[in-house]
């Protein structure tokens, strides 16, 4: 059964960093590419960063610069280190894979707020 399991979101003032980690279970990890995405308030999800197998990554170009996507294989994590922070970043973020990948069961997503 395929978990993801999102955390290390929280409360920051614009300027802060937070780094996410999303654990998976129940996958080939190596295997796969991985991606970070969010949902603002109001909003659909969108993709934020992705990594492929060569940790070859993408960024949305809101977050460029900012944001800095990796994975650990021994470990079956990709982390997202977020920096510079905006209110704009505040939404829930959650982990699967790349959106031209069939997806996986959405995990709980961890929050983030960024008040100015």
């Known amino acids: 059964q395929v978990q993801l399991v999102e955390s290390g979101g929280g409360s920051v003032q614009t300027g802060g960093s937070l780094r996410l980690s999303c654990e998976t279970s129940?996958?080939?990890?190596?295997?796969?590419?991985w991606a970070w995405y969010r949902q603002p308030p109001g909003k659909q999800r969108e993709l934020v960063a992705s990594?492929?197998?060569?940790?070859?990554?993408y960024y949305a170009v809101e977050v460029a610069g900012r944001f800095t996507i990796s994975r650990d294989n021994a470990a079956n994590t990709i982390f997202l280190q977020m920096t510079n922070l905006r209110p704009e970043d505040t939404g829930v973020y959650y982990c699967?894979?790349?959106?031209?990948?069939?997806?996986?069961?959405w995990g709980q997503g961890t929050h983030v707020t960024v008040s100015s």
């Open positions: 990594i492929d197998t060569d940790a070859v990554t």
């Open positions: 699967n894979v790349p959106p031209n990948w069939s997806p996986l069961n």
């Open positions: 129940g996958v080939l990890f190596s295997t796969s590419n």
